[in-house]
């Protein structure tokens, strides 16, 4: 009985001098500061958008919407009108056309983020077929 | 002789409150390798436009970052304005993720984007950043 206790305290001394822990929490922690410093959680999103149109390309823009972007209003089809209303109007005009075209030009001096903000709205709204172009005047 | 003894019950001990911290640290190696992902970075600091849409980015096969200032960079290495329609060109991707600054004018991403499609770009997902709520 004391013999078997003795051969087995040998055996596990044996083991922990074969694997010493240091090394292995050296190692660990090596990498788990690799993997701190190198992975990312931000959690990006993508708006979907076709490729502006060519100008004079011949592409027939029959039934697109054009909708103008300024720095504090909405245009569509000449009328000025705010977010709320554009997204309510274009839901309407879409409505069972889902592919409809709706074609965004922002003024020279709007920002991406102003632009975002609308092309979010109106795909809450369920537009798919969303493209930027930029007008004549800010070539 | 009780002396040695005594030491030698703290080494074990020692060595046994090792093992928590392992296990701790263990966990944590595990938590950031399969919750983070590997992200290159970026030549220049972007602050993407924040939105409140819920599109996954798909795998494409190019990236195109667009700066504040108004630099470029394509998949990661700096273009010039004149360089970009010919490596555009080389690369011909049909699909690309464009991350562009949201201070930036939206007339200049449009002025980028037409290059893309000029360059044979058939879709292209615009990066953004969810708003903090």
């Known amino acids: 009985m004391s013999a078997e206790t003795t051969s087995l305290s040998a055996r596990t001394d044996r083991r922990r001098a074969l694997i010493s822990l240091t090394p292995l929490i050296d190692v660990v922690f090596i990498l788990l500061v690799f993997f701190m410093l190198a992975s990312s959680f931000l959690d990006w999103r993508a708006i979907d958008l076709s490729p502006p149109v060519k100008a004079g390309g011949g592409a027939p823009l029959e039934g697109s919407l054009l909708i103008d972007i300024r720095v504090d209003t909405l245009g569509l089809a000449g009328e000025v009108m705010n977010l709320e209303a554009l997204a309510a109007r274009v839901g309407g005009l879409t409505a069972g056309k889902p592919d409809r075209p709706v074609i965004l030009r922002p003024a020279a001096d709007v920002s991406l983020q102003r632009t975002v903000e609308v092309l979010d709205r109106l795909k809450a709204t369920g537009v798919t077929g969303m493209s930027l172009i930029r007008g004549r005047d800010s070539l | ?133």
């Not at chain 2, 002789?1 to 080494?11: D, E, P, Q, T, V």
């Open chain 2, 1 to 133: 002789m009780n002396r040695l003894a005594a030491r030698r019950r703290a080494r074990q001990s020692g060595d046994d409150s090792v093992l928590p911290l392992i296990n701790v640290v263990f966990l944590l190696l595990i938590f950031f390798m399969l919750a983070g992902r590997l992200a290159s970075g970026d030549p220049f600091e972007i602050a993407p436009p924040k939105s409140l849409t819920d599109g996954d980015p798909r795998a494409q096969e190019m990236l195109v970052l667009l700066s504040g200032d108004g630099r470029i960079a394509v998949d990661g290495e700096v273009v010039e304005r004149e360089a970009l329609a010919g490596v555009l060109k080389t690369a011909s991707a049909a699909q690309v993720r464009l991350k562009a600054d949201g201070g930036v004018n939206a007339v200049e991403v449009v002025a980028l984007m037409e290059l893309l499609r000029d360059a044979g770009v058939e879709s292209l997902d615009l990066l953004t950043l969810p708003a903090a709520r």
